[in-house]
């Protein structure tokens, strides 16, 4: 199977995210969700000291590989090589996608984009996947997001790639089938299952949506 099949085969990505996670550690966030169906986690964590990210990360891989689930590091892309991480995921601020591939080889690598130009160029770097958003409002998960794009954008690129999208941005279960029903192949969620009382039983949900 190549890394297209493999991202088409996805619908709930969980990034973690330490502030919203309730107390909760990234095993404890992963473990949860993996629990509740979820296709592929991203590892996020903007504050964490590289040693004890790559720590984290360590971690992190030895749950998902038990379980089957892919693991893709966002950004820190060293980091997800040295671990062994099933991929990488960058944005428009961090690595260049042409750059990261180059480093990464046969991992899968997804690549932010929020208009059709950068969803071309990310796709002729390389990219295996587009996260393609803020789809709504996402400024509670991430206070420099940018404007939300809409279901409109959404639509707009996903029409123009061939690439399987992945959505995020203020997605949850009222409004995943919209998101759905606009192009996307995946979901990618933050507060909708981090923040949740229940993990488990969030991701249950969306995965029925």
Known sequence: MNRRQ???????CVVTDARLARGHSHAEVVRAAIAGGADVIQFRDKDLSDDVFH???LELCVICRAHNVPLVINDRVDIAVAVGADGVH???GDLPAMQARARIGDRILGVSASTVAEAHAACAAGADYLGVGPVFDAQGTKPDARPPIGLAGLSEICAAVDVPVMAIGGIQAANCRQVFAAGAKCIAV?????AAPDITCAVRVL???
Do not use: N
């Not at 933050?190 to 981090?194: D, G, K, L, Q």
């Open 207 to 209: 995965k029925a949506g």
């Open 55 to 57: 720590a984290a990360a």
């Open 90 to 92: 960058v944005g428009q």
């Open 190 to 194: 933050v507060s909708a299952v981090v």
């Open 6 to 12: 493999v991202v088409c085969g996805w619908r709930v």
